[in-house]
């Protein structure tokens, strides 16, 4: 009986026969076999529409399906096919040098048994496998390890994996192979962002981590805008517990601030840099602080006992006329008027200056004092005035000039100084004082009294 063959082409020798051969043959088949296992073969691929057709050759070593390795080489300038024989069963290495970005199919010679392909750009290796099947023996891809394994190449969904500390390139992109974010890499870098997640009820947090104080920049690209909130309800910015809340700009750099005061009643404190100004549609907003009131001598009244004049005294026909009280200088003067100070007052000393003009060319000093007292619901007004607070000004030397003080130190109003109530004031010329050397009637056209204020209104 004569010997038969393998489909990979291994001789099978009948009992009895090829007589002192059984070496030789043995020794090719185990060649063979070891071809099989481990050889390689570089396989020019036919640039033709022709497949070019691997081959198993019968008990020899010369067939080009009967490597484990098989290179494709060879310039390509079209889709290619490469051929195994009907009835192989086997797994081979295949690797991709072809040139040219083209296909190369791998398939049965003949039937409709599945099939490989190395896409136009794939120039790597492939495993595959061939199932022998008779008439549609069909070439399948196999899986390196475990169904589901990450390759370095291969495109995989991670579902429920943990990544420890991975390293992760310049960027990650989305479904569609777009980019989703982009990485920089600093040198020694200590400080990085860590974010968690959060139970019902609260949100996410993204925080920076690493050195004690180390801040979050948001940077928009050329003119565009940092947006915060939904679009679909108003966004609120908070800090985090009971915190103020404090905007500035360059990291306070010479900046203003604006301080949101965490805290029942808190108050909003607007901090202009410098001589800076808070605005509104590019107009100053008036803040509380220091305001004046002014009070002429027309709504003054000369005292009772050691009064003033009250005068009214012409300059030129038509020019102004000048309403003055009028203070000799040979006794003390005085007059009175009273005011309501708004509620927004706060109630502390109050500073002033005189208006006034000379009678005469004389030079001298002349001392003005004011003294004020406050009375409210049911007081008295049969009361002292409180401490004067006296001003020297030196006369001008030209009658009917105006000068106007220097501004007086603080006067401390007599009573309990509170919302709702009258302050009455007495001016008068301390013309008894020793310093007081101004010769002639000094003519007060009014005051101006400076106050300070500590709420925006008088609500």
């Known amino acids: 009986m004569a ?68 290179e494709l080489t060879g310039s390509i300038s079209g889709s290619r096919v490469v051929t195994f024989p009907l009835l192989t069963e086997n797994f081979y290495i295949i690797k991709n040098s072809t040139s040219g970005t083209q296909t190369v199919q791998l398939k049965a010679v003949s039937g409709s048994g599945a099939t490989v392909t190395f896409a136009t750009t794939d120039k790597g290796y492939k495993l595959i496998y061939l199932d022998g099947v008779a008439t549609n023996t069909g070439v399948y891809e196999a899986t390196v390890g475990a169904t589901g394994d990450v ?15 991975p390293k992760i390139g310049t960027s990650i992109l989305d ?4 980019e989703l974010a982009l990485l920089t890499a600093t040198s020694s870098a200590v400080n990085e962002f860590t974010i968690a997640n959060a139970s019902t009820g609260n949100g996410p947090t993204l925080s920076a981590t690493g050195e004690t104080n180390v801040g979050i920049n948001i940077k928009p690209k050329g003119t565009g805008e940092t947006v915060f909130g939904t679009g679909a309800a108003a966004a609120t910015l908070t800090t985090s517990g009971a915190n103020d809340l404090v905007l500035d700009t360059n990291s ?13 009643a808190g108050a909003i404190n607007i901090a202009p840099n410098g001589a800076g100004v808070a605005q509104v549609g590019g107009s100053a907003i008036k803040v509380a602080g220091k305001e004046t009131m002014w009070i002429p001598a027309s709504a003054m009244y000369a005292t009772t006992t050691a009064g003033a004049e009250a005068a009214q005294i ?71 005035f409180g401490t004067a607070v006296n001003i020297t000004d030196a006369g001008i030397g030209t009658v009917e000039d105006q000068q106007v003080s220097a501004e007086s130190s603080a006067v ?28 002639g009637v000094a003519r007060l056209l009014g005051i101006k009294i400076f106050f300070t204020t500590d709420a925006a209104n008088d609500a």
Request: glycine share 12%; aromatic share 8%; charged share 15%.
């Open 314 to 384: 012409e300059t030129t026909a038509l020019r102004p006329d000048m309403k003055v009280m009028d203070f000799a200088d040979t006794a003390d003067d005085h007059a009175q008027f009273s005011v309501a100070f708004p509620k927004s007052w706060n109630e502390g000393t109050i500073t002033y200056q005189c208006f006034w003009t000379p009678s005469t060319t004389n030079t001298g000093d002349c001392i003005f004092g004011l003294q004020g007292v406050a009375c409210g619901d049911s007081d008295t007004i049969d009361i002292a």
């Open 3 to 70: 010997s038969t063959f393998t489909d990979l082409g291994l001789e099978l020798m009948a009992t009895g026969e090829n007589a002192g051969q059984w070496g030789t043959k043995t020794n090719a088949n185990l060649s063979l076999i070891e071809q099989l296992t481990g050889g390689y073969n570089s396989q020019a691929v036919t640039d033709s529409g022709t497949p070019t057709a691997l081959t198993i050759a019968d008990g020899a070593l010369t067939g080009t399906a009967q490597q484990r390795v098989i």
């Open 175 to 178: 479904t569609n192979g777009n």
């Open 412 to 439: 401390t109003i007599a009573g309990s100084p509170a919302v709702d109530q009258q302050t009455y004031f007495q001016i008068f010329r301390d013309a008894n004082a020793g310093g007081d050397t101004y010769t």
């Open 151 to 165: 390759t370095l190449t291969g495109t995989q969904t991670l579902t429920n994996k943990t990544l420890t500390a």
């Open 252 to 264: 306070g750099t010479n900046s203003g601030t604006i301080t949101i005061t965490d805290g029942a």
